[in-house]
């Protein structure tokens, strides 16, 4: 007799952090199977998102069909004597059977501190401000996270307002401790080639000037001009020209095999979609956001616009602010070369699609050698559910 089939169902917390959503788990939430066997691991988060979906849509599953939307992160206890939690983040591909874990999700961070809190993962003081010590296990990189506190709860209600985020929340401050990549890490160091600009050949492109960087996520920064863009681009503007979008995606690959990523530019593009992220840069200029809100060229100090998972981003990855912050802070880059003060600046504000963004980052230089402290920046997050997700008992197959 055929036996009947079945649901599974397993904890999950759907949270909004910064500009991003993602179904949160704890590792003990997950099934007991799915701990040891990344594999199975993956083929249940993938059926739990609704991927892969040919119609791009994640009609079946809890994805939302956009870079921004399609994400997952387990969040556990850590084993590290100063750091509170580990947390581990996965960018779903929409089409194919792929989760990228190569990378951070720098706006689904300022999630992490409350759902940390909320699962009674730390201990946190009933008022004023929680530090939650987070330690990114995809780059292995120690990050604090400011969590208001009010009366035993994570304040989420607030009036701290975030461009490409529809309500005001509370603000929760990010610091990440010595963005830069180490030397044995992957990809290198903050700078893998050694140097501030690299010439890349790209086929059926030419000869592009990059800026390779590890710091928040590898990233790569070229001017905008050198896309054929302005630097005041909206998603309509990129999103829908596939020509666009394949030349953008051959320049990311190939900057991918410069940083050592990747073996060859076919390989980045099927195996690591997430990491290193394209950027553009231009000098200021005003534009319309895509909320309608006027962007004043006196206002920013430049234009930037990121690639996440080979569309352009509704506004800015939060590792991307991470990434332009050091970059800005250092002489000689692609990002600092656009600005005044001696082409360097320890804050910079910059024009995104959806409004504008302040980032920081502490960096000093000696014997020619620059080190980063930290880079900061404000996000907010919320929760928006809070239940059990169900998937077939067979996901695997």
């Not at 994805?63 to 939690?85: P, W």
């Not at 070229?222 to 630097?231: E, H, I, M, P, S």
């Amino acid at each position: 007799m055929t036996a009947t089939p079945r649901q599974i169902a397993i904890r999950a917390t759907y949270m909004r952090g910064g500009t991003s959503k993602g179904l949160f788990f704890t590792s003990d939430d997950l099934p007991a199977e799915t701990r040891t066997d990344p594999a199975l691991r993956d083929a249940l988060l993938l059926r739990v998102v609704g991927s892969p979906d040919p119609y791009g849509k994640h009609i079946d599953g809890m994805g939302g069909a956009t870079s921004s939307t399609s994400k997952v992160v387990i969040v556990s206890r850590s084993r590290r004597e100063n750091c509170d939690v580990d947390y581990l983040f996965g960018a779903v591909s929409i089409e194919k059977p792929v989760i990228d874990w190569s990378g951070n999700c720098g706006n689904l961070t300022s999630a992490v501190g409350p759902f940390a809190i909320q699962r009674g993962l730390v201990e946190v003081p009933p008022n004023g401000v929680a530090v939650v010590r987070i330690w990114q296990a995809n780059i292995g990189k120690k990050i604090l996270a400011h969590v208001p506190m009010a009366d035993g709860e994570v304040q989420e209600i607030g009036d701290f307002e975030l461009d490409g985020v529809t309500f005001p929340a509370a603000e929760i401050k990010l610091e990440f401790l010595e963005p830069g990549a180490d030397e044995g890490g992957e990809g290198g160091a903050m700078f893998p080639t050694g140097r501030m600009v690299d010439t890349i050949d790209v086929p059926g492109v030419g000869r592009v000037e990059a800026t390779l960087i590890n710091a928040g996520n590898p990233t790569i920064f070229v001017d905008a001009a050198t896309l054929g863009f302005r630097g005041t681009e909206l998603q309509p503007d990129i999103n829908h020209d596939e020509a666009v979008l394949a030349r953008c995606e051959a320049v990311r690959a190939h900057a991918t095999v410069a940083m050592g990523l990747a073996k060859t530019a076919a390989e980045a593009t099927e195996k690591r979609p997430h990491t290193p992220k394209l950027a553009f840069v231009a000098p200021p200029a005003a534009y319309i956001a895509s909320s309608g809100k006027a962007v004043k060229a006196d206002d920013i100090d430049l234009c930037a616009r990121i690639f996440s998972m080979g569309k352009l981003h509704h506004a800015m990855t939060g590792t991307g602010a991470v990434a332009i912050a050091v970059a800005a802070a250092i002489r000689g880059t692609v990002v600092s070369r656009l600005l005044e003060e001696g082409g360097r600046r320890d804050e910079v504000r910059f024009g995104h699609p959806s409004g504008t963004m302040t980032v920081g980052a502490a960096a000093s230089e000696a014997e020619g050698e620059w080190k980063v402290e930290k880079a900061s920046m404000s996000r907010s997050a919320r929760r928006l559910m809070e239940g059990q997700v169900f998937v077939p008992a067979n996901y695997a197959g």
